[in-house]
């Protein structure tokens, strides 16, 4: 149990462009959803917090006209980044929780995105 | 914000032999998770852990709150346990990582 997926798993793009990832919990009710940057080898560091039907809270430094998030419904959470540049090329994060915000988190597979 | 810190850094062990992960943070948590990170960047759930012990096969973890320190065991290492090992913890701010220790299991 406790499945969290992403889609796409990798996408490149043009520089301008923008970009939709996915992010499901396939088996659960997802209360809270995260969004998590990470660099090539470097730790996570997390963008956003979103509830479902709510506003997402973003991390100090994240633009959040830049990196759209909708917390549709209790298992889909999207991240769309807007006019994506070079610098915007990393691997994405979700993860999913079901209870309290001190339950355990569960982690998609990731989404590689390289900007051209 | 708390902070997390894991050593070693880096770890590299012969295939069989057993380690000590150990992760210290700064503040009371009210969760601490150990994750593997694999080559592919998937982030594998190993214990939701926040205090005492927990085994899961040739994985074991313990929490010491009062001493804000957790230590993750890796018995009879194997090659398909090289990764990258992160701990996770939530306090009053959402969960934060430490930086990783990047294990390499050699056969």
């Known amino acids: 149990g406790a499945v969290v997926s992403q889609h796409p798993s990798w996408v490149i793009c043009k520089s301008g462009t923008s970009v939709k990832i996915e992010c499901r919990s396939l088996d659960f009710q997802a209360t809270t959803m995260f969004w998590y940057r990470q660099f090539p080898k470097q730790s996570l560091m997390l963008m956003a917090t979103?509830?479902?039907?709510?506003?997402?809270?973003?991390e100090q430094g994240v633009e959040k006209d830049k990196f759209l998030i909708n917390h549709a419904s209790l298992t889909l959470s999207t991240l769309t980044v807007t006019s994506a540049h070079p610098e915007d090329s990393s691997f994405y994060i979700c993860?999913?929780?079901?209870?309290?915000?001190?339950?355990?988190?569960?982690f998609g597979p990731g989404t590689r995105l390289t900007v051209l | 914000g708390i902070q997390v810190e894991q050593s070693p850094p880096d770890l590299i062990l012969q295939e069989g032999a057993n380690s000590t992960l150990r992760c210290n943070f700064s503040?009371?948590?009210?969760?601490l998770q150990w994750f593997h990170q694999n080559p592919w960047g998937q982030l594998i759930n190993l214990f939701y852990i926040p205090s005492g012990t927990k085994q899961n096969g040739r994985l074991s973890a313990t929490t010491v709150a009062t001493e804000r320190y957790s230590l993750l065991y890796i018995s009879s290492s194997q090659t398909t346990d090289s990764g990258v090992y992160f701990c996770?913890?939530?306090?009053?701010?959402?969960?934060?990582f430490g930086k990783g220790t990047r294990l390499s299991v050699i056969a």
């Open positions: 979103s509830n479902e039907g709510s506003k997402a809270t973003y």
């Open positions: 996770a913890v939530v306090g009053n701010t959402p969960l934060v």
């Open positions: 993860s999913a929780t079901q209870g309290t915000s001190g339950g355990a988190q569960y």
């Open positions: 503040d009371s948590v009210n969760n």
